[in-house]
């Protein structure tokens, strides 16, 4: 089945010490987003790419890059990451009917900083 | 100002009985509308969306929304909830303009008893 696959499903990461969470999908999609979804909260847009065109979302910290390789993979890198920073991390990409916001998610890392 | 609301934070129903989740928007134009499903530990998984046309849409897992202009309400319903159902439902919005990025209301927790 066509999915967007997410790796890995727990991080564990120290305090400052930079961490690279992965995303895939074989729904050959031109557009992947990444959002942060903190415990009992809707998800929050960091930033997306169509095909490798980069989009910031204002207020992303500055903490926070993403790669986009190929159409298959995007990376999210977080290069300090402070204990505001633990997270549900979800990727998401959106086909055809991207101009309509359909989106499809993978299942989230959790990220856990000590 | 634009915005999402999902009014109930939890709903509790018996097994068995039927459901209505509430969302309602603030846009000046409709936007595009989805409903998300999210299980503990796991990313969105879309239940149904509305772009146009017949207002009343069907999704999977037997839920359905009907799409409401004059009350500016896109709310979610199933006739008889099952107690797999028990998760956070989101609804979403994709502002005709701005529609790559999905406007998220604050979810609806969902408890189903036996």
């Known amino acids: 089945d066509a999915m967007v696959i997410q790796n890995p499903r727990y991080q564990v990461t120290q305090f400052g010490k930079p961490v690279t969470l992965s995303c895939s999908q074989t729904?050959?999609?031109?557009?992947m987003y990444w959002y942060q979804q903190k415990s009992s909260q809707a998800p929050k847009l960091l930033f997306h790419y169509y095909d490798k065109d980069f989009n910031n979302e204002a207020d992303t910290p500055d903490n926070f890059q993403s790669r986009r390789p190929n159409t298959s993979f995007c990376f999210l890198d977080i290069r300090s990451p402070g204990l505001g920073d633990a997270a549900m991390y979800l990727c998401?990409?959106?086909?055809?009917?991207w101009g309509k916001g359909e989106q499809y998610f993978g299942p989230g890392t959790r990220l856990t900083v000590t | 100002a634009q915005s999402v609301t999902q009014p109930d934070i939890h709903i509790t129903v018996s097994e068995g009985a039927s459901l209505e989740l509430r969302c309602n928007y603030s846009y000046g134009a409709t936007p595009y509308l989805f409903w998300y499903v999210q299980s503990p530990g796991q990313g969105l998984q879309l239940l149904l969306k509305y772009f146009s046309g017949d207002t009343l849409v069907q999704g999977i897992k037997g839920f359905e929304a009907e799409f409401k202009r004059s009350q500016s309400s896109f709310n979610l319903r199933k006739p008889s909830v099952h107690w797999s159902d028990a998760a956070e439902y989101f609804c979403?919005?994709?502002?005709?303009?701005?529609?790559?990025?999905?406007?998220f209301g604050s979810g609806t927790r969902l408890l189903v008893r036996p």
């Open positions: 729904l050959n999609h031109n557009v």
């Open positions: 998401a990409t959106s086909g055809r009917d």
């Open positions: 979403a919005v994709a502002p005709r303009g701005s529609s790559y990025k999905l406007i």
